[in-house]
């Protein structure tokens, strides 16, 4: 009787018949998909002081590189990449200027990517770089790579 019961629990619950009982699933679907967005757009409200719509494709991965970038990188590496900051100019070592063929030439992705995660102790430099692995996703690293390697004069 015991297995016969749990036999038409299994079934009931594997079979999908039940799904209009199990609501919540999708819901945390959306919230996370939700969240997400929030985290890969950096919300700003719009001119006239409204909550704006967030366009969906604007936390494509086209944008999530540079926004990244701009909002942890650029205060020392520059906006541009070319590490003429405030910031440089008090730090030695000097950060990195992407800008530089030669230092492009030289580096691989995986190192570029390793830096960013480890920091500059990962990689044996300077530990001013600091390790952004607890930061960004290493989908966001690979993208701030390419943002990197597009700085490249
Ligand atoms: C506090 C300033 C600072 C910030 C912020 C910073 N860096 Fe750096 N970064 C440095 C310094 C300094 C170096 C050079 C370390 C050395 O030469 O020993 C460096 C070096 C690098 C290098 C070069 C590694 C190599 O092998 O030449 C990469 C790539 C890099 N940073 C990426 C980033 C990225 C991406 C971010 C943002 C997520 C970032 N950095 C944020 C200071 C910073």
Redesign the pocket.
């Known amino acids: 009787m015991r297995f016969f019961l749990a036999g038409i629990l299994f079934v009931l619950g594997g079979c999908g018949c039940m799904d209009q009982y199990h609501a919540a699933p999708k819901q945390w679907e959306k919230l996370r998909e939700e969240r997400e967005l929030a985290h890969r757009v950096l919300p700003k409200l719009t001119e006239d002081g409204k909550i704006p719509v967030v366009d969906k494709a604007a936390g494509s991965s086209a944008n999530v590189g540079e926004e ?2 701009q909002a ?2 650029a ?3 520059g906006a541009s990449g070319d590490a003429k900051t405030a ?1 440089a100019a008090a ?1 030695t ?4 200027n ?1 800008t530089d063929a030669a ?1 492009q030439a030289k ?1 691989d992705d995986a ?2 990517a390793k ?2 995660k480890g920091g ?1 102790a990962a ?1 044996g ?2 530990p ?3 390790p ?1 692995g607890g ?2 996703t290493d989908e966001e690293i690979a993208e ?1 790579v390419k943002k ?1 390697r597009a700085f490249k004069k």
Do not use: E
């Open positions: 990244k970038y942890f990188c205060s020392c590496h910031m730090l070592p000097p950060p990195r992407f230092w580096v190192h570029i830096t960013i500059g990689v430099l300077s001013t770089m600091a952004w930061v960004l701030v990197i």
